[in-house]
């Protein structure tokens, strides 16, 4: 079961380029890598997922290199109503393991 | 489309006492599952399930029990509730492939006293 490190937390102002990084040395064949954001009493909302490479949609970037060992998500021009926690998992449905995340706050 | 919705929206109870937390969706999703979180921690699975009649434990299911009877409902027990099942609880469902887009409802929060 791949594990996955990620930054406790991050701060950003508005208007910036965001990119949170996130470690999985263990990561399988056969594993996506997903994430998620999450406001406070919320339930988590996905964003983007990927395989290999780059992937991009209307919200966020997600850049995985060639040994698949992190990922990077990255979010363009962030704003206040970005803040929030967001969490890096990898592997298949029924082994989704969230950890403690990122939280992100953007100031003014 | 209500997506996945969860009753009730907080709820307390003594030590002992017994509950039922109600998800249901309405995206004809197969898989469906229940997660914890507690306060500055990730989520952590309970209990899933892969369909009508079949479920399986996840990484802390002690204390709780499912039961998938229909596509839709995927009902979350406790029979003799405890302090440390103080938490937040969220339900969430999927399309039945492998690719891991979990939608999820807006929790339930309860307080064991």
């Known amino acids: 079961l791949a594990k996955t490190t990620q930054p406790i937390s991050m701060d950003s102002y508005e208007g910036q380029e965001v990119n949170i990084t996130c470690s999985h040395n263990?990561?399988?064949?056969?594993?996506?890598i997903t994430w998620y954001q999450q406001f406070p009493s919320q339930g988590p909302r996905f964003i983007i997922q990927?395989?290999?490479t780059k992937v991009t949609n209307e919200v966020a970037s997600l850049f995985i290199p060639a040994d698949r060992k992190s990922s990077t998500l990255s979010l363009p021009r962030v704003s206040l109503s970005d803040t929030a926690v967001y969490y890096c998992?990898?592997?298949?449905?029924?082994?989704?393991?969230f950890g403690a995340g990122t939280r992100l706050t953007v100031k003014p | 489309n209500a997506g996945v919705t969860q009753t009730p929206k907080f709820q307390v109870l003594k030590t002992g006492q017994s509950m039922t937390l109600q998800c249901a969706q309405d995206?004809?999703?197969?898989?469906m599952s229940w997660y914890r979180q507690d306060p500055g921690m990730g989520l952590r699975l309970i209990h899933y399930?892969?369909?009508?009649?079949?479920?399986d434990q996840g990484e802390v299911p002690n204390g709780y029990n499912v039961s998938r009877s229909t596509t839709e409902d995927f009902p979350l027990r406790l029979l003799s509730a405890a302090p440390s099942q103080t938490s937040v609880y969220f339900c969430?469902?999927?399309?039945?492939?492998?690719?891991?887009?979990?939608?999820f409802g807006p929790g339930t929060r309860l307080l064991v006293l």
């Open positions: 990927g395989y290999k």
């Open positions: 969430a469902s999927t399309a039945g492939t492998l690719l891991a887009t979990q939608y």
């Open positions: 995206m004809n999703h197969e898989y």
């Open positions: 998992l990898v592997g298949e449905r029924n082994d989704m393991r």
């Open positions: 399930s892969v369909g009508a009649g079949i479920t």
């Open positions: 263990n990561i399988a064949t056969n594993d996506y």
